[in-house]
């Protein structure tokens, strides 16, 4: 099974689902350090709206400066295009299968996927 991770080396839960997931027999990875290499604008939405989250479930608060900017009560757009532009503002972990995307918190919400 493929299975394609937003990674930040950084985040303990991401480093901890990445564990959990090169642990797993069969599974072919691929890493992707978003702070460096984050998804363009549609597929941050087609991972968001795939996770069953709206946008703003998917924004980060902890360490960013969402709250102070008013993201956390703005429409979808914003945050998306906040997001897309500041990869910092994406929660981790995101995981992608052909079985569905999760947010990984906790870490073990990727078995649901695999």
């Not at 991770?5 to 990445?18: F, K, V, Y």
């Not at 969402?66 to 998306?80: F, N, P, S």
């Not at 972990?93 to 990727?110: D, K, M, S």
């Amino acid at each position: 099974m493929k299975a394609t991770i937003w990674h930040n080396p950084a985040c303990g839960t991401s480093r901890r689902t990445l564990a959990l997931l090169e642990a797993r027999e069969g599974v072919e990875l691929t890493v992707v350090e978003y702070l460096t290499h984050p998804p363009a604008r549609a597929k941050l939405a087609q991972l968001v709206h795939d996770a069953g989250l709206a946008p703003r479930e998917a924004l980060r608060l902890k360490g960013t400066d969402a709250q102070a900017r008013g993201l956390t009560g703005a429409d979808e757009e914003t945050v998306l295009d906040a997001m897309a532009a500041e990869p910092i503002l994406i929660e981790r972990p995101l995981v992608e299968t052909a079985r569905g995307v999760r947010l990984c918190r906790p870490p073990e919400r990727v078995e649901e996927i695999l």
